[in-house]
């Protein structure tokens, strides 16, 4: 299993990002896939997940709003749109799949919001 974050970067309050995770080695639609994010001294907290066929999302109560996920099973990749960004959101995002076979991390993509 391969999960392969990219997107993240330097943006300005009130600026928008798009992260992608490309994702290998297992069956995508079949599995609900989720964005985490950590900050420094902080643990990794879920940010949004998605159902494997994309009919159902779940968003933390810190980002409901401002964030969507997404995902294209034909692509095997799944997004977070992340708009009306705030400095809060800073952290390293990580893409998550839950298998039969196990528990799955991308190695992560900065996000900071900074001006």
């Known amino acids: 299993v391969q999960l392969v974050e990219s997107g993240g970067g330097l943006v300005e309050p009130g600026g928008s990002l798009r992260l992608s995770c490309a994702a290998s080695?297992?069956?995508?639609?079949?599995?609900?896939m989720s964005w985490y994010r950590q900050s420094p001294g902080k643990e990794r907290d879920l940010v949004a997940f998605?159902?494997?066929?994309?009919?159902?999302?779940n968003y933390a109560d810190s980002v409901k709003g401002r964030f969507t996920i997404s995902r294209d099973n034909a692509k095997n990749t799944v997004y977070l749109q992340m708009n009306s960004l705030k400095p809060e959101d800073t952290a390293v995002y990580y893409c998550?799949?839950?298998?039969?076979?196990?528990?799955?991390w991308g190695q992560g993509t900065q996000v900071t919001v900074s001006s």
């Open positions: 080695g297992f069956t995508f639609s079949r599995y609900r």
């Open positions: 998550n799949v839950k298998t039969t076979e196990g528990d799955y």
């Open positions: 998605i159902s494997r066929l994309g009919v159902s999302t």
